[in-house]
Structure formats: structure tokens, C-alpha cells
């Protein structure tokens, strides 16, 4: 069955400090690979996917994400992190057929300024 | 543009008894979703709409939940009757083709 690994249950860094949050995804076949974040008391908002083509994708307040398909990896990174950064970060994988989105459990950041 | 709007947004009740939830998604989009997220988990699909019809319910627990999607804009996911393992926070996300999804703010749901 298709699922999403997030390791990282809790991470705390303080302001400045590089972030690099794991995801692992299971299935084998075309991937379509999402992270979402869900700041304090807001609903879930895209960071970033991937669909095909450059494995470095890059999206919203500096957040990046490479594709290794060879470690079946899909991590987030950021060089600097901020006390805004402090959120829950979700890595999802999209379905085969119906097109709807397998979660991983979530990683809780928490940036100490 | 507006977002997916949901209400209530928090919603106590007791087990047994039966609670609805509302969700208005995006203009225009024609996929709907219904999403479980229990405490320290991952959002869990529970059914997809595209227009008004399902296109994915195998993990609804359809003894107790159901939901519809009437005329392929709003859509109301009910309880009947609720069980305490039923509290989680209830998202609907939609979404204007299968690959990006907007979700709404979410429904709390404690039964006690």
C-alpha cells in the first residue's frame, strides 16, 4: 500500500540554523510529491511539490525539497530558519487513480529565536 | 479569492448522538475532499466528490458517516451516532484539477 514516512516528530532549532526534515514515500511508480505546512491556529498551505523534471524544487519562503529516488526521499531543507518558521510540516504523496493525497504523520518545528 | 470555507469549526458533543459538517469549496473547483486528522497523525482521505458524484469512499466508515455533495458545490459530512474515536479535526480541501488541493480552516470535533 502507498504511504508517507516523516520520522521527525518533534525538531526544535534556534533562529539561523540550517532545517532539513525527512519524508520517505513507499510506492514505486510515478510519484507526485507534495510538503504542506500548517502554521499555528491556520489551515494546510502548499510549500512546494513535484511532479517530474528537476529533482531541486523550490517553493515558498525559501523552503527546497530534493528528489532521490534512489533513497525513495523527498526531504525539506532550508538554510536559515525563522521564529515564523514554527509550524507543523506535512509530507504527502498523491494517490494513483483517484488522484487524493497519502499523509505522513507530520513534523512539529519549533524555532527558538 | 475566497477559500474553502467550513463550519462549525469547533463542535462538542456527546457519544451517540449525530453531528454534520458543512463545507463550501472554491468556485469553479470541481473536486471535493474530506479529510480525518486525528491527533499526532496524518490527514486520512475519507471520500472524494469530483462534481457531485464519488469518486473515492473506501475509507469511509459508512455504518456511521456519510456525505453528499449536492449540485457539485457544497457538501455536508455527517456522524450517526458519533463514537469517542470519532474526534479529530475534519478538513474538506478542493481542488480545480487532481493535483493541487486547498483546504479549509478545518471542524474540531470532540465527543465525549
Known amino acids: 500500500a502507498q504511504s508517507v514516512s516523516q520520522h521527525n516528530h518533534h525538531v526544535i532549532l534556534s533562529e539561523a540554523a540550517s532545517l532539513e526534515l525527512g519524508c520517505n514515500y513507499s510506492?514505486?511508480?510515478?510519484?507526485?510529491l507534495f510538503w504542506y505546512v500548517q502554521y499555528p491556529g491556520q489551515h494546510l498551505q502548499l510549500l512546494l511539490k513535484?511532479?517530474?523534471?528537476?529533482?531541486l524544487v523550490k517553493g515558498i519562503k525559501g523552503f527546497e525539497a530534493e528528489f532521490i529516488k534512489s533513497k525513495f526521499s523527498f526531504n525539506l531543507r532550508k538554510p536559515s530558519v525563522q521564529w515564523s518558521d514554527t509550524a507543523e510540516y506535512f509530507c504527502?504523496?498523491?494517490?494513483?487513480?483517484?488522484?487524493?493525497?497519502?499523509f505522513g504523520t507530520g513534523t512539529r518545528l519549533t524555532v527558538i529565536p | 479569492e475566497a477559500g474553502v470555507a467550513q463550519s462549525p469549526r469547533y463542535k462538542i458533543i456527546e457519544k451517540r448522538q449525530s453531528v454534520a459538517f458543512w463545507c463550501n469549496p472554491i468556485?469553479?473547483?470541481?473536486?471535493l475532499y474530506w479529510y480525518q486528522q486525528i491527533l499526532g497523525q496524518g490527514p486520512k482521505l475519507l471520500i472524494q466528490?469530483?462534481?457531485?458524484?464519488?469518486?473515492?469512499d473506501s475509507q469511509l466508515p459508512k455504518d456511521r458517516f456519510s456525505a453528499e455533495r449536492l449540485k457539485g458545490v457544497d457538501s455536508t459530512l455527517k456522524i450517526q451516532p458519533a463514537k469517542l474515536e470519532d474526534s479529530a479535526v475534519y478538513l474538506c480541501?478542493?481542488?480545480?484539477?487532481?493535483?493541487?488541493?486547498?483546504f479549509g480552516p478545518g471542524t474540531r470535533l470532540t465527543v465525549t
Open positions: 466528490f469530483q462534481n457531485n458524484g464519488v469518486v473515492d
Open positions: 513535484y511532479f517530474s523534471g528537476d529533482p
Open positions: 510506492y514505486g511508480g510515478t510519484v507526485n
Open positions: 480541501a478542493s481542488s480545480p484539477s487532481s493535483y493541487e488541493q486547498y
Open positions: 468556485s469553479g473547483h470541481a473536486t
Open positions: 504527502a504523496s498523491l494517490g494513483t487513480g483517484a488522484n487524493n493525497l497519502f
